[in-house]
């Protein structure tokens, strides 16, 4: 049992300071290299009815429904218009499966504690700073680290009014 505990302990520690950076619309992103499964070209989605609009429907990723998140929408930046880059990230969070529409792929990044910040504040309510856990330094870019849970929660407009 010790030995299944070590390695555990190794494989989070490989990954640590890693995160897949990804577009949505002219701004870099990342996400915790852990929550991801893979990523696939988008295939056909079947539209599920009366769910939010940000919600593009479902896809059959061998033999498991994923519902899929066009994150353009999600972020208020307007539907993901799809090209050839634009690909589903497929993200597992508490053993259920999640896909999110991109406009495309960057790669994986380290970036390590130190360059890890917390994201600027704004006057207001932000939804876009909602989504935002962290701002993190690759290189000379800024990428803006997401709170995956964030994305997915749905009663959003009730945790942004003013307390």
Not at 19 to 35: D, P, R
Not at 47 to 67: E, F, S
Not at 99 to 124: C, R
């Amino acid at each position: 049992m010790q030995d299944l505990v070590d390695i555990d302990l190794v494989v989070e520690d490989v990954m640590r300071g890693k995160y897949l950076t990804f577009i949505v619309g002219e701004v870099a992103y990342g996400i915790e290299i852990s929550y991801v499964v893979e990523i696939i070209s988008v295939q056909e989605i079947t539209l599920v009815p009366h769910t939010h609009a940000y919600v593009k429907g479902i896809i059959n990723l061998r033999g498991t429904v994923v519902p899929v998140i066009d994150m353009g929408m999600r972020f208020g930046r307007g539907e993901i218009v799809y090209t050839e880059k634009t690909c589903i990230i497929v993200l597992s969070m508490d053993d259920m499966s999640v896909g999110i529409l991109v406009d495309e792929v960057e790669d994986v990044a380290n970036i390590d504690d130190e360059s890890i910040q917390e994201p600027p504040t704004t006057t207001g309510n932000s939804v876009r700073n909602f989504f935002i856990k962290a701002v993190g330094l690759s290189g000379e870019q800024i990428k803006q680290l997401i709170d995956v849970y964030k994305v997915f929660e749905v009663d959003l407009e009730n945790q942004l009014q003013p307390q």
